[in-house]
């Protein structure tokens, strides 16, 4: 019985806050972040700290939840720092292909420059990880995410990174400048006009993957949310709200 009230508040909280979205059923949505529902202070349940091999101690980016008005989200305060926040959750995209989220960003990363290693920085994204089939993965390819790793740590073998750029112009696609092909940015937000804004996104995950890869996708793995600065060394604020996969009905 606690769990069912659990699902049905964490429900009527992503209803209400992801996107303004029409009513939808309850077998229409998986919950991945239900910021909303969390107390002020503590991290997010089942969200844990992703952090890579060469942002150690003190070279990590913030996390906590604040309030925002009238409801909860998570901050994250990157100050030439870079980690994010990880939740594991298996979804189907032929089932659940649409992903709902808000984000608000203080300012954007001045210098960032997705071409670029040395300015590889955002003052947010979303990623989103996919599972890893060897049966379908060329030797090749197979020893360079193995070098990957070597270098980055526990990378995933293919994601994309939904990203809120200084320029790039909306709607790019392409390839990481630290990850390869086994990362491509989607720019969704540029600039500054919407900036100290809460922003609405909606993307078909299932249609992104088949245009960045150009095959069907795996099913998900998990999702990450971050804000890093330590390319650039400058300072950036985010505040993430709710996100769901949704059917596309």
Same mark, same amino acid.
């Given at each position: ?26 077998? *229409?949505?998986?919950? %991945? ?19 890579? @091999? ?43 292909? %649409? ?18 290693? *040395? ?12 599972? !890893? ?10 020893? @360079? ?8 740590? *526990? ?7 939904? %990203? ?41 995950? !299932? ?15 998990? %999702? ?26």
């Amino acid at each position: 019985m606690q769990r069912a009230f659990t699902h049905v508040v964490l429900f009527a909280a992503l209803v209400l806050s992801v996107c303004d979205a029409p009513l939808v059923k309850a077998e *229409d949505i998986v919950v %991945v972040g239900a910021f909303s529902s969390v107390a002020k202070g503590s991290l997010p349940p089942d969200w844990k700290p992703l952090i890579f @091999k060469k942002q150690k101690g003190a070279n990590q980016t913030e996390y906590a939840v604040v309030r925002d008005g009238k409801t909860t989200v998570v901050r994250a305060e990157s100050r030439a720092t870079a980690s994010g926040l990880e939740h594991e959750v298996t979804v189907d995209l032929k089932e659940y292909p %649409v992903l709902r989220w808000r984000w608000k960003v203080e300012h954007v990363v001045a210098s960032g420059d997705p071409n670029r290693k *040395d300015k590889d920085d955002y003052a947010a994204r979303v990623y989103v990880t996919f599972e !890893y089939e060897p049966d379908k993965t060329s030797f090749a390819k197979k020893l @360079k995410y193995k070098t990957t790793r070597l270098l980055f740590g *526990d990378v995933p073998f293919g994601a994309i990174s939904y %990203v809120w750029d200084s320029r790039t112009p909306v709607g790019t696609v392409m390839d990481s400048p630290h990850m390869g092909d086994f990362v491509k940015l989607v720019v969704v937000e540029n600039g500054s006009a919407r900036v100290g804004q809460w922003v609405d996104e909606e993307r078909n995950v !299932y249609e992104d993957y088949r245009r960045a890869f150009g095959n069907d996708p795996p099913r998900v793995e998990g %999702v990450v949310i971050m804000t890093d600065t330590d390319n650039t060394g400058e300072h950036a604020t985010a505040f993430y709200g709710d996100l769901a996969f949704v059917t596309a009905r």
